[in-house]
């Protein structure tokens, strides 16, 4: 939902000239802003209609107002903050006889954190990715842990977490960044696609040497793993006079031709779908009934194995 609008006129007269009216269904208005220029002037605060006056934490109820750079205010709780921080306010242009404090972040950011911190869930649609994660790179410069904040039992872990797909390396380098075990394991299975040596030193000092290794095992270890399922012979059955021994052998060559690219282009994200399709071609090739079974039953038997093998770090 948009925030409602509210226009306040901030002047050198008394807080009671610059309060302003009662807007029907509307809670009761926080006491009139002053701002740090030259009165007179007027401008529009934009409430936040979740977190609105009134709301409950626990037995409290909202006792202190934050106010994001572009002006939106959000009526929160010091004993939410200070549970998980005891540094955010100190950042914040804080105005305590006022119980309000002028935060140096645009509203979707001060929105993402304050979501983190209350557990609360976002509303449809959630916010971008980018926008996530570049809310969840600021909680230090506010006293705030993203690893106590952003795991598996937590709304925000889970609005990431639907959005992975579309950047899945960017997600797994705030997961590495800020030690997010959860987020991290989850993420690397649709990081099989990345090609490590495109990743840069800057990149890799961000995500430190303990999650570059991880991954980098993951990766070598799919890739030695799928290897050794493509070398594995296509076992064939007794020679008869219909499938000859040099029949037998053309079969095997139409299955070297199809192992061949696989081996050359082994990756660790590679498709069970790209094996159907290399081997459809060799068993196409071959006429015996019993050399396409066998065929078939080794597909099989690579295909199951490969959907076993662990895909995360």
């Not at 009139?32 to 401008?43: A, E, G, I, M, N």
């Not at 493509?230 to 199809?258: E, G, I, S, Y």
Request: one cysteine or more; hydrophobic letters at 40%.
């Amino acid at each position: 939902m948009t925030p409602s609008p509210i226009v306040y006129t901030d002047s050198d007269d008394d807080d009671s000239a610059s309060t302003p009216p009662e807007t029907p269904n509307m809670p009761p208005s926080p006491a009139p802003l002053r701002t740090r220029w030259s009165p007179p002037h007027t401008f529009e605060l934009l409430l936040s209609t979740k977190f609105c006056e009134g709301m409950q934490y626990g037995m409290f109820q909202s006792n202190f107002r934050l106010i994001s750079s572009d002006n939106v205010l959000y009526h929160v709780h010091l004993e939410a903050l200070r549970r998980y921080s005891d540094s955010m306010l100190n950042l914040a242009r804080l105005d305590e006889t006022r119980a309000i404090a002028s935060v140096p972040e645009k509203s979707a950011t001060l929105s993402i954190m304050l979501h983190a911190i209350y557990d609360m869930p976002f509303s449809q649609p959630h916010p971008r990715l980018q926008t996530l994660i570049e809310a969840v790179s600021v909680f230090p410069r506010y006293g705030l842990s993203p690893k106590a904040l952003v795991h598996a039992k937590t709304h925000i872990y889970s609005a990431i977490l639907d959005q992975t797909p579309l950047a899945p390396f960017r997600v797994y380098l705030l997961a590495a960044e800020f030690d997010l075990e959860d987020l991290a394991i989850v993420t690397s299975a649709y990081c099989l696609s990345i090609l490590l040596r495109d990743v840069s030193d800057e990149t890799a000092r961000v995500m430190g040497p303990r999650y570059l290794k991880r991954l980098f095992d993951l990766h070598l270890r799919r890739k030695r793993v799928l290897t050794r399922l493509l070398l594995v012979p296509l076992p064939l059955h007794p020679t008869n006079k219909k499938c000859t021994f040099k029949a037998q052998r053309k079969v095997t060559n139409a299955w070297r031709r199809a192992t061949a690219p696989l081996v050359l282009s082994a990756r660790p994200g590679m498709t069970c779908q790209s094996l159907e399709i290399a081997y459809g071609v060799a068993e196409g090739e071959v006429k015996c009934q019993k050399c396409k079974m066998a065929i078939a039953a080794r597909l099989k038997t690579m295909v199951v194995e490969w959907t076993d093998e662990k895909r995360t770090i």
